[in-house]
């Protein structure tokens, strides 16, 4: 039962700092919107960059990869294709990771407790 009361005290709590949690959620939006991060697969075969708020911003092939597609092969461009996709969603993956990890440290900063699956909420 007083857990409970806690937990709604806490609740009570953050409701009050939501403005102020809101304004800097945006604020670290803002920042990372233009911060990259940089994914590579295929021992450099593709290299990927995304922004944190989760744009491609550049996909580079190697010479190589691209003669292997060029070649017409059948196999060679299956496998270009899941380099591809595996690269641009480990670039994506570590824009979520890096936004999350930013959105957690704001609301720290701010003294205000955040569940994960509330910094999940704020990604979307």
């Known amino acids: 039962m007083f857990e409970k009361l ?3 005290a806490q609740l009570g709590g953050m409701m009050k700092d939501l403005p102020k949690l809101r304004a800097r959620v945006d604020e670290v939006k803002a920042r990372l ?7 590579e697969v295929g021992g450099g075969a593709v290299k990927v960059s995304a922004t944190c708020d989760l744009h491609i911003t550049q996909v580079e ?8 597609i060029a070649s017409g092969s059948a196999t060679d461009v299956q496998y270009a294709n899941r380099l591809i996709a595996e690269c641009v969603n480990a670039a994506l993956d570590q824009a979520r990771a890096r936004l999350a990890t930013e959105l957690s440290q704001a609301a720290a900063d701010m003294d205000i407790p955040l569940p994960p699956e509330m910094v999940k909420g704020m990604l979307g």
């Open 33 to 39: 919107a233009t911060t990259e991060v940089h994914a």
């Open 6 to 8: 806690k937990l709604a």
């Open 61 to 68: 092939l190697a010479p190589s990869m691209l003669r292997g």
